[in-house]
């Protein structure tokens, strides 16, 4: 294989006027370079295939395994990573061809704030020169107006103005994440990609940033697409949540469709994992356990990219890619041929019905 994948023909639709963003069939494919001539013997599909909408205000939640391709997909919808295929439409206007240049005003509506506060913050900067620089690269104020702004910001997001003329390093982990997110608020953006926020953060102050997005979101408008494999903290924060896995989307719903009834085996697994706050349920779960390890994204299984861990998985899940449609008597999407409506209190059946197959299979091949 040595030609990019080509984007697939999607007609043009009209937005819903409560609809910030769509996204339609992106795709986005890093090449494999082999040889002395660095040629493209491959492709690693890190995202293949997504459709998604966020209303305007609400707060979108990515969840999945690492590696299933969620930073990729958030970073593509922002164009710091351009796409493969597919479209991305913001504010009904489409901006997946858009150049850098064409791009910079758009940017003062999309804003990210990075996984990492100690890697994402310039550490020969001080705080108001970070804060200050959108303000700085879009022409927006200087002087005493730019620094005013920035001490408003830095008040917005619980910090001391005192703390503008310190460096990074100076700060705790939460402290810069502040600082990251006093920096995407400057341009007063519309929409900000959160990735993975509070996943290098203790507990303690996760809650912290946490509680503070939320007001930020209360007292902005703002709507979020909160990236992480947290799926406690996207519960709390999340009005819809997506399912990802090794590239797609295979389950999408409101927060208490997936949570209280999830359908596809994979978000059935991911939530026997999550630890249960009520002490009267303990003991009555049991956790599935998957079996073998996730499909390289460079190579990835025929049909239903679940099935070769996948407990219900049969002949037709190998032939045929389930599409994300509802599917038995749910009123939420979901990617699989088998899908059931399932209690998590149900999950305990589920477990022993995976460790039956999975001892069937090992005495099939020993």
Same mark, same amino acid.
Not at 318 to 324: F, V
């Given at each position: 294989m040595t030609e990019a994948p080509q984007a697939a023909s999607v007609a043009q639709a009209e937005t819903p006027s409560d609809e910030i963003l769509r996204v339609e069939g992106l795709v986005k494919h890093f090449p494999i370079k082999a040889g002395v001539f660095k040629r493209t013997v491959g492709w690693v599909r890190a995202v293949d295939g997504?459709?998604?909408?966020?209303?305007?205000?609400?707060?979108?939640?990515?969840v999945g395994e690492s590696g299933c391709g969620k930073t990729t997909l958030g970073r593509t919808i922002i164009k710091l990573i351009e796409p493969t295929a597919g479209r991305i439409i913001f504010e009904g206007r489409d901006i997946t061809n858009l150049k850098r240049k064409e791009m910079r005003p758009v940017r003062r509506d999309i804003q990210i704030v990075f996984q990492d506060p100690y890697a994402s913050l310039n550490p020969r900067m001080t705080v108001r020169e970070i804060v200050g620089e959108p303000l700085h690269v879009h022409g927006l104020s200087k002087g005493a107006e730019r620094r005013r702004r920035v001490e408003e910001l830095l008040r917005t997001v619980g910090l001391s103005p005192e703390h503008a003329n310190r460096f990074p390093h100076e700060f705790s982990g939460g402290q810069r994440q502040r600082i990251g997110v006093a920096r995407a608020l400057a341009l007063n953006p519309r929409l900000i990609v959160l990735d993975e926020p509070v996943s290098a953060l203790d507990v303690s102050i996760q809650a912290q940033v946490v509680n503070l997005l939320d007001? #930020?979101?209360q007292q902005f408008g703002l709507t979020y697409l909160f990236i992480a494999h947290d799926l406690s903290v996207v519960r709390h924060v999340s009005d819809r949540v997506g399912v990802m896995y090794l590239?797609? #989307?295979?389950?999408?719903?409101?927060?208490?469709?997936? %949570?209280?009834?999830?359908?596809?085996? %994979?978000?059935?697994?991911?939530?026997?994992?999550?630890?249960?706050?009520?002490?009267?349920?303990?003991?009555?779960?049991e956790r599935i356990?998957?079996?073998?390890?996730?499909?390289?994204p460079a190579n990835p299984p025929s049909g239903c990219r679940f099935r070769t861990r996948c407990w219900k998985a049969q002949e037709i899940c190998a032939?045929?890619?389930?599409?994300?449609?509802p599917r038995a008597g749910g009123a939420h999407p979901v990617?699989?041929?088998?899908?059931?409506?399932?209690?998590?209190?149900?999950?305990?059946?589920a477990a022993a019905a995976q460790r039956a197959a999975a001892q069937a299979t090992s005495q099939a091949t020993s």
């Amino acid at each position: 294989m040595t030609e990019a994948p080509q984007a697939a023909s999607v007609a043009q639709a009209e937005t819903p006027s409560d609809e910030i963003l769509r996204v339609e069939g992106l795709v986005k494919h890093f090449p494999i370079k082999a040889g002395v001539f660095k040629r493209t013997v491959g492709w690693v599909r890190a995202v293949d295939g997504v459709d998604l909408s966020v209303k305007t205000g609400e707060t979108f939640g990515i969840v999945g395994e690492s590696g299933c391709g969620k930073t990729t997909l958030g970073r593509t919808i922002i164009k710091l990573i351009e796409p493969t295929a597919g479209r991305i439409i913001f504010e009904g206007r489409d901006i997946t061809n858009l150049k850098r240049k064409e791009m910079r005003p758009v940017r003062r509506d999309i804003q990210i704030v990075f996984q990492d506060p100690y890697a994402s913050l310039n550490p020969r900067m001080t705080v108001r020169e970070i804060v200050g620089e959108p303000l700085h690269v879009h022409g927006l104020s200087k002087g005493a107006e730019r620094r005013r702004r920035v001490e408003e910001l830095l008040r917005t997001v619980g910090l001391s103005p005192e703390h503008a003329n310190r460096f990074p390093h100076e700060f705790s982990g939460g402290q810069r994440q502040r600082i990251g997110v006093a920096r995407a608020l400057a341009l007063n953006p519309r929409l900000i990609v959160l990735d993975e926020p509070v996943s290098a953060l203790d507990v303690s102050i996760q809650a912290q940033v946490v509680n503070l997005l939320d007001e #930020l979101q209360q007292q902005f408008g703002l709507t979020y697409l909160f990236i992480a494999h947290d799926l406690s903290v996207v519960r709390h924060v999340s009005d819809r949540v997506g399912v990802m896995y090794l590239g797609k #989307l295979v389950e999408v719903g409101t927060r208490e469709e997936i %949570y209280r009834t999830p359908m596809h085996p %994979y978000t059935q697994a991911l939530l026997s994992a999550v630890p249960i706050d009520s002490p009267n349920q303990r003991g009555k779960r049991e956790r599935i356990v998957l079996q073998g390890d996730v499909p390289s994204p460079a190579n990835p299984p025929s049909g239903c990219r679940f099935r070769t861990r996948c407990w219900k998985a049969q002949e037709i899940c190998a032939e045929e890619d389930p599409a994300l449609v509802p599917r038995a008597g749910g009123a939420h999407p979901v990617a699989c041929h088998f899908a059931e409506v399932m209690d998590p209190l149900r999950l305990a059946e589920a477990a022993a019905a995976q460790r039956a197959a999975a001892q069937a299979t090992s005495q099939a091949t020993s």
